[in-house]
């Protein structure tokens, strides 16, 4: 060997260390014929010619390690299939570790080459990686609830609105047979949690007036889906929450707002969102108007089914009520306020959260404000 291939080695045989890699011969029974330094440091001991493979294994890989051997001996075997295997690894210590093995017949002889990676440390930093990104999660989620805390807190009379919103909507997703694999669930969620937050900028004198609201003072809180999509447009959520604040007063028929959108523009969660809205809405007191019983939040929407409200939504509402969908009337029923005899406080499942937070509606002065059909929110 030369003074410079002699370097080179040690360069490579540096680098095979530094990323974990060894490798070593095998004959078709099994037993080491040769293997690398780098294997040494792996097993942490030198790893002995003569050696069986499955004493570098742990026992459970036994058969795996057989049924490989077999397949190296049968010709016929996809050369594909002998690359990229998982196995268990055994240090001299009894430790094992998981490594990556490709594994090739060398060509004209009873031996076969394994190339041997140590994936300890690419799974350690894949679970790091997902600790910390189920930890961001957390924390994204733990915002979102406070920030929705901070607008029941200027609206009392919603307190607890947009929880029940966002449990109901889940509900019906849920029903819909949704699952979480786009993220639309967690958008739907996050998104009703926070769907009202424009009410930030609208004075509480508003908000809390009992009675007939002028047409100037609707009409500064109905900037609320704006002025909440304009608070929270930057944030990169990665799932639809921005589109569930904006349009979750649109209606399918285009005679919502802001921006009377219809049909196919109304998002799939909005569509979801906005019955469940409607449904806690129109059961609950508002301070210019009083709570409807259920039938009449349900005969609402059975009304707008497929014109102003997403029918296959109307339709699981149908279904839970009835009690024949899997998150069952039983689940829902209380965190419907009419329902629950406006006393979710007791029964609904942020009991705990709602009990100081929820006061008793103020004597109306004037007539009620019967609200238009498609107005039941703001
Ligand atoms: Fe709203």
């Known amino acids: 060997m030369t003074a410079e291939s002699d370097a080179t080695g040690v360069a490579l045989e540096a680098a095979l260390g530094s990323v974990r890699i060894g490798v070593l011969t095998v004959d078709l029974d099994g037993y080491v014929r040769s293997s690398s330094p780098g294997l040494d440091r792996m097993f942490e001991a030198p790893v002995v010619v003569g050696t069986h493979v499955t004493e570098l294994a742990p026992e459970e890989d036994a058969d795996r390690i057989a049924s490989v051997l077999s397949a190296l001996a049968d010709e016929g075997t996809d050369p594909d299939s002998l690359k990229r295997l998982r196995f268990g690894a055994r240090k001299a210590s009894g430790r094992t570790f998981p490594v990556m093995v490709n594994v090739e017949r060398i060509e004209g002889s009873d031996l076969s080459v394994a190339v041997v990676r140590d994936l300890s440390q690419l799974l350690e930093a894949q679970d790091r990686a997902l600790s910390a990104e189920r930890r961001s999660q957390s924390v994204l989620v733990q915002l979102v609830q406070g920030l929705s805390t901070a607008v029941e807190f200027r609206d009392p009379y919603t307190a607890g609105h947009q929880h029940r919103v966002a449990d109901i909507a889940l509900a019906i997703a849920d029903t819909l047979g949704w699952d979480d694999e786009s993220g639309m669930w ?89 019955v469940a809205d409607v449904l806690e809405a129109m059961t609950s007191h508002r301070p210019y108007r009083p709570a409807k019983p259920v039938d009449a939040a349900l005969a609402e929407l059975v009304a ?75």
Request: net charge negative; aromatic share 6%; proline share 9%.
């Open 186 to 274: 967690q958008g739907l969620f996050l998104g009703c949690l926070i769907h009202d937050i424009g009410k930030l900028y609208v004075p509480s004198s508003i908000l809390n007036r009992p009675g007939r609201l002028s047409g100037l003072e609707m009409g500064l809180i109905r900037e609320h889906p704006v002025t909440g999509y304009q608070t929270i447009e930057h944030v990169d959520f990665g799932v639809p929450v921005a589109a569930v604040v904006r349009q979750h007063h649109e209606r399918l028929d285009g005679s919502g707002y802001p921006d009377h959108l219809s049909g196919g523009e109304v998002q799939p969660c909005v569509r979801i969102a906005a």
């Open 304 to 378: 707008g089914r497929g014109s102003r409200y997403d029918g296959e939504a109307v339709d699981a509402v149908v279904l839970l009520l009835d009690g024949a969908a899997p998150a069952s009337a039983e689940a829902l029923l209380p965190l419907i306020p009419a329902q629950a005899g406006q006393d979710y406080a007791a029964q609904g499942p942020f009991a705990d959260r709602n009990r100081d937070a929820v006061p008793e509606p103020r004597a109306r002065q004037e007539q009620p404000q019967q609200p238009t059909s498609t107005d039941y929110g703001p």
